[in-house]
Antibody, heavy 120, light 110 residues
Framework: EVQLVESGGGLVQPGRSLRLSCAASGFTFDDYAMHWVRQAPGKGLEWVSGISWNSGSIGYADSVKGRFTISRDNAKNSLYLQMNSLRAEDTALYYC?????????????WGQGTLVTVSS | SYVLTQPPSVSVAPGQTARITCGGNNIGSKSVHWYQQKPGQAPVLVVYDDSDRPSGIPERFSGSNSGNTATLTISRVEAGDEADYYC?????????????FGGGTKLTVL
């Protein structure tokens, strides 16, 4: 059974940093792309960042480019999102999602999300 | 940047057919994926690559894509289909591909 478990969310002040983690199990982690997708309260889905199976391809939404860094550790079946210079508009539920293929495809499994609240 | 446009809401009676559209410039040249999200739950992939269904998704869910419009069709709608639906594509027109989601459509079963 595929499982994606996010952690690391919480309340943080504007301008500070936070690191999200996603622990994956139930599939061959290094065969698939992984992504972060967020959803602000009462709003729609917004892709944040994605990373290919071997970290050779990485993409970011314009809204986070230069502030967030995605990475993965295939030996630990883990995905990460380093979030710096956080803003109030980064407040959202952050989902970890598994790609259907190594890159450029849909997302077939999602975690339950970790909530990030940016507020003073 | 590439934009996907969905109607904010669609209403349908039980047993009828719901059609949710997703508009984008020449979207027919892209692969479109659809997600269902019920309140308090994570999204679920219901259609991928325009018209394929993941295992476990009922045949009542189908998709099509041509020209400037992709459509998710839900036949014989049930109360349990009430949810938000999002379309998604990759914009690979530049050296830095990125994911685009539509704004979402709330399906109400009357």
């Amino acid at each position: 059974e595929v499982q994606l478990v996010e952690s690391g969310g919480g309340l943080v002040q504007p301008g500070r940093s936070l690191r999200l983690s996603c622990a994956a199990s139930g599939f061959t982690f290094d065969d698939y792309a992984m992504h972060w997708v967020r959803q602000a309260p009462g709003k729609g889905l917004e892709w944040v960042s994605g990373i290919s199976w071997n970290s050779g391809s990485i993409g970011y939404a314009d809204s986070v480019k230069g502030r967030f860094t995605i990475s993965r550790d295939n030996a630990k079946n883990s995905l990460y999102l380093q979030m710096n210079s956080l803003r109030a508009e980064d407040t959202a539920l952050y989902y970890c999602a598994k790609g259907v293929r190594k890159w450029l495809a849909s997302f077939d499994y999602w975690g339950q999300g970790t909530l990030v609240t940016v507020s003073s | 940047s590439y934009v996907l446009t969905q109607p904010p809401s669609v209403s349908v009676a039980p047993g009828q057919t719901a059609r949710i559209t997703c508009g984008g410039n020449n979207i027919g040249s892209k692969s479109v994926h659809w997600y269902q999200q019920k309140p308090g739950q994570a999204p679920v992939l219901v259609v991928y690559d325009d018209s394929d269904r993941p295992s476990g998704i009922p045949e009542r869910f189908s998709g099509s894509n041509s020209g400037n419009t992709a459509t998710l069709t839900i036949s014989r709608v049930e109360a349990g289909d009430e949810a938000d639906y999002y379309c998604q594509v990759w914009d690979s027109s530049s050296d830095h591909p990125y994911v685009v989601f539509g704004g979402g459509t709330k399906l109400t079963v009357l």
